[in-house]
């Protein structure tokens, strides 16, 4: 068998192992420490290394972005060795980073071939206009646009009051030297922004916001219009929080006294508190900020203009308005140009909103013919299964477990949350991945997940989710909850007591998880396509950021398939609003998806209800869905 | 020659006389006195009588309107008998009821041939939707617009945020039956202006405002849209007049501090003063008002949008813009439904606004193929010369004069003012007409060119205008402002000091005339055609409500023409912005005559001046253009 020299930065001589022999093996010879916490497994991404130069095999890429690989990040767990190679091992902190931070860089990429000037709806025109004398008495705004016309081929729509209030003085100050900064609809049509004198607009920054508002995060990409590029990303909670975790709860506080415009307030300072911020780092005039786009739940939509929610909670549940117009700034209340234009994505019904059909748009899956489902699970778990041809959706009220709370040490996924948990077949002794790499305070949703998978396969739980308290474990007892695990003694956290999980905090987990795979099977069912079937499996939303797919798939959430079907897409919401932004035809197609998805209610189905009580199990009542874990298990 | 038999209603026995006799002739033979201010020149309009039945002959019927003929009135000084007749002699009172308040009537009359249901722009139609269940989830937005096409065949425009905001209210509360009322616009597509339960709407009024703006009075029709009649008419002066008479005045004061928004609120406050006090003695709610036209000069119109007015005033004089769009009534805040629309009609230049393009439509001047003059005099003077085929344009600036401003006695034509004297050649005592019939409190602009024709036919005025001091009578003399002429005794009159005319009051009224006249003169000069050929001469604006032809002709200030020729027609900028709102074929017409007016700069025309100057003079440099005045004089 041929052997190959590899080199690592930091060891002085070249290790000669057998082509195919694993990163970590060639490490392990060198001496050369690398993490592990998985067990070699590839789920975790600790063992990230950086292949300067040579040939290597990557089995599996799991924990990679598109971006890693093109750096040259491998796991070395999972890679093996086919020619000589340099490698650089990271120390373990940039890998940390990496994984947690990093992740939207490759989403906020310009698209391949983007032409701004083809593209993109706004564009901004400085024109010489002729001075008026006592030959040519045109009124300012006849002259303005005439002068365009000419310019330009369009026609300049009605301006609003106050822009004609400012015209005059705009002219006149500038010489008739002005700039334009205008919209233009699909018939030719342009709607003025703003003009200003011509040389103030010369070097001037022309921005657009692409916002995407989760029922938890609010999230905001600054964009440079002239170009395209992403030029800032910021997050931060949606302020609603503090009146309750999900759209249920916001929806009835906002139907109390003045709960409706509290809430829009609070909203807007998110969105508001991230702008601003972002505007005094970049040294950038509100001002300058003209178009927005936004995207989110039918219920954060509504919220944020202020329009009553109620009929979306009730049944039959009957959300406002899909089809937003577009409105101006100084309407919806956001912290930019007044006359800017702020354009509303559509939803489709009251649980799937414009965040699913941006989600759609940026997940690409409507540019194959292959059968693709595409989640998005957050407070809720939207679900689309289609095709280039044809898309069908649902909305699983997954409750708020999956985004840790609901759950006695649950927690959002926020420094000293764990979010990776392996538990040792033997002892029961659990290993933590923890954000921030502190002394844990609780468990957040990738946790969770990850640490029923690991106690279903020690043999911690059984099938039904019931805690194994024959094992005479101290890490099994009972608490105040009934039943529970100790993932962490009150010593090793930052807090003053034990991080449990108990048996009701199963059974919110299980509830959750079934509701979502059962939304996989009605719409499988709807179309008569096996599920088995699915080519692809999209995963969008905070949700997918951090999960271990094997974990998913051990607790019955998602479906067993290959792991090269199952792909991560980050924030899809906020790159759709993204990407309608900056390009007229992207931002027609999301109108084209949002009237093309046939939406199935899951409480008038009646083949929902059986198949959430057959996937309330570990995995699933039936575990020939399941030939991985029925493996893993023996 | 036959004789015939004349019966008066206050007189027992019939009189007996031949063809031919004049009314007041044969009133005479039977005692009856009939006033004859004017020494029965048909010219005051006193003498009018009723002619109930039998055949007369109306020689002139200057003073009398369409619809006072149609009810059988005659000037007894201008009728002659031509059969058997009955006549009724109106007590005085209600003859100075008719010449004072009645005169608008015939303009409010619907326009013949008149069907709202194919002229109105806003119609009201009532739909019963489908309403939400399981199995039909469409947004209520979308549910709406389905259901509206379907009905209509037109497409439900986008609604502003405020109206999605009622919307689910609307619909739920109705039970899903729901009437919409909304604009429809020059493409088919519907603006929606109000969403009601259906039957909420099904007896509710429709009403519509046009709105005149004058510089001295605002004026307000109250229109019910379902019928497109009248239904109320109301007026009061502009309270801006307290910061400033004319135009110029208001622009300066605007462009102060405050000013402009100072000056928006008394203007608003003048019109909503107006539809409130409508309101309630109608008990209609201002909801129920869903539409307004809006006409006046450029000055009145822009300060009332609060767009910058100084631009008017400064050479080049230009004006922001003649063509608005259609607003919404909370933003240019009238009290009216804050969704209604509110069209401001299109000007043509600074001088030449909105009230003159729709005192065009209002006139009729298109209609007729016939040269035709159409002036309107308030505070400025404003002029058009044309016919079905072209139109040019003038704005002079006759200053306030003939608005009773500027004059040492003058006053607006309210009650206790002048506005009609006849001065005795021999004695020079003066006998004046007052509005109210009251003593009198000064003299109007009518007042005071019938004061000056009067002074110059009797020789108290000279060509130049100089009051004839050798005359020797106590009415003449120096006051403080030079030689003046007492034209009431302090004991005559209201107020505590003699009421006179100076000197300086009369160069006023020449200079003021004499830019009318001028206009007259470079209009016809740069068309090529003689000022003689004019074939109409429409008389629009509160300045021609009172005026007297034969005066004015003798002061110079109307071109020298048979009498027929000239027709008043009251406030024709209010009947074009009432044409406007219940018919969209007026409304297009009106922008259609913006387009088409050729306007030429007074200031910026080398003619002008000289015209001026030969105009300076009773009644003008050259009398060969006053025939009728020369035979007067002689």
Known sequence: MAEYEVRFDCHPEPIRVPAGTLLVEVAQQAGIEIQQPCGGQGRCGRCAVKVESGQVRRRSVLRLSKSDIDAGYALACQTVVEGDASIVVPPPEAIQRRLTTDHIAPEAALPEGYDASHAQSVRRVAIQLTPPSMDDQTDDWGRLCATFRRETGLELLNASLDQIRQLGATLRSSDWHVALTFDTGPKGEARLIRAQPADQAADAPLWGLAIDIGT????????????????????????????????????????????????????????????????????????????????????????????????????????????????????????????????????????????????????????????????????????????????????????????????????????????????????????????????????????????????????????????NETLGNPRVRRGDYGPEYVIAWAAESEGEEDIVIARVDIDNLLRAKAAIYAGFNVLADSVGVPLETVERVLIGGSFGKYINVEKAVHIGLLPDMPWERFHFLGNTSVKGAYLALIDSAARDEIAEIASAMTYIELSADNTFYEAFTSALFLPHTDISRFPSVKAAMA
């Open 216 to 467: 938890t995060t609010v999230t905001v990409w600054m964009v440079d219009l002239l170009t395209g590029q992403v030029m800032r990303q910021a997050g931060e909670y949606n302020r609603q929080i503090a009146r309750g975790e999900d759209v249920i709860s916001r929806i009835i506080y906002a139907g109390k006294g003045n709960g409706a415009a509290e809430l829009r307030e609070m909203v807007l300072g998110s969105i508001n508190g991230l702008i601003q911020t972002a505007c005094e780092r970049t040294q950038l005039a509100t001002d300058d900020i003209v178009k927005a786009t936004i995207s989110g739940n039918s219920t954060m939509m509504v919220l944020l203009l202020g329009i009553p929610a109620d009929s979306i909670r009730l049944e039959p549940f009957i959300t406002p308005i899909n089809h937003l117009p577009r409105l101006s700034a100084i309407d919806v209340g956001l912290a930019m140009n007044p006359a800017g234009i702020v354009d509303p994505l559509p939803g489709v019904a009251s649980y799937v909103g414009a965040d699913i059909t941006a989600g759609v748009l940026a997940s690409e899956l409507r540019t194959s013919p292959e059968l693709t489902l595409f989640i998005d699970v957050g407070t809720n778990g939207e679900i689309v299964l289609g095709s280039s041809e044809w898309l069908v959706t649902c909305a699983c009220s997954a409750g708020p477990a999956f985004e840790g709370a609901g759950v006695v040490h649950g927690m959002r996924a926020d420094t000293g949350a764990i979010e990776e948990v392996w538990i040792d077949g033997g002892s029961y002794e659990p290993a933590c991945r923890v954000i921030g790499n502190v002394a844990p305070r609780g468990i957040c949703g990738s946790g969770l997940i990850s640490l029923v998978a690991e106690m279903f396969l020690t043999g911690l739980l059984d099938k039904g989710g019931n805690i």
